[in-house]
């Protein structure tokens, strides 16, 4: 098992910038893929950015340009930096691992834009 400890979340107003962090608990060993999704009210979950172990990056066609994903495999963590915001970043966002074959999901964290 891996518990996913997420934080960084908050209210920020259109052009700022904030940065999630999210912690997997455990070993390193297995740890494949991180990365982050968002849900909005009412809109499917979809994905953010993620990355490797060898640090290769993926992003949504929303967010690229702007948020960047990072990961510190030592402390077995893993980054958003979000720049730019806008108020349709407004979301639940959820960090993600897979580990070995199975996937394992944080509580997520709001972010809300205002304009």
């Known amino acids: 098992q891996v518990q996913l400890v997420e934080s960084g979340g908050g209210l920020v107003q259109a052009g700022g910038s904030l940065r999630l962090s999210c912690a997997a608990s455990g070993s390193s060993a297995g740890i494949a893929v991180m990365g982050w999704y968002r849900q909005a009210p009412g809109k499917r979950r979809e994905v953010v950015g993620s990355i490797t172990r060898t640090g290769q990056t993926n992003y949504g066609d929303s967010v690229k340009g702007r948020f960047t994903v990072s990961r510190d495999n030592a402390k077995n963590t893993v980054y958003l930096q979000m720049n730019s915001l806008k108020p349709e970043d407004t979301a639940v966002y959820y960090c993600?691992?897979?580990?070995?074959?199975?996937?394992?999901w944080g509580q997520g964290t709001q972010v809300t834009v205002s304009s």
């Open positions: 993600s691992v897979r580990k070995w074959a199975d996937d394992y």
